[in-house]
């Protein structure tokens, strides 16, 4: 139910002229957790030409694969079958750390 108050604003607002509402949205993040299975130290070229180092962990979760690749070499990050959670932001051609956190 739309509270009474926000009902009245959103009616009334038409007749004000030019209103501007403005925010920030913020970052999208994500997340993934699981066993670490793989951990590879790669390097990629980005969409400029120059190579990036970009370290491949893969997360293995209720028999589930998934692989995340992020920017710079962070394998001293990922121990080796240990239960992580990483939070990050995606971008191309590597997502940058947020937090990690050993289970």
């Known amino acids: 139910m739309v509270p009474p108050l926000l009902l009245c604003l959103v009616l009334t607002f038409p007749g004000c002229g030019n209103i501007f509402i ?22 990629v070229i980005a969409g400029n030409g120059t190579t990036l180092q970009v370290t491949f962990v893969t997360f293995l979760q209720a028999g589930a694969a998934s692989t995340v690749g992020f920017c710079g070499d962070q394998r001293s990050r990922f121990p080796m079958q240990q239960a992580v959670r990483a939070d990050f932001n995606p971008g191309q051609p590597c997502a940058s750390i947020v937090t990690i956190v050993i289970l």
């Open 22 to 43: 403005r925010g920030a949205l913020p970052a999208s993040s994500s997340s993934v957790s699981g066993s670490v299975s793989a951990v590879q130290l790669s390097a």
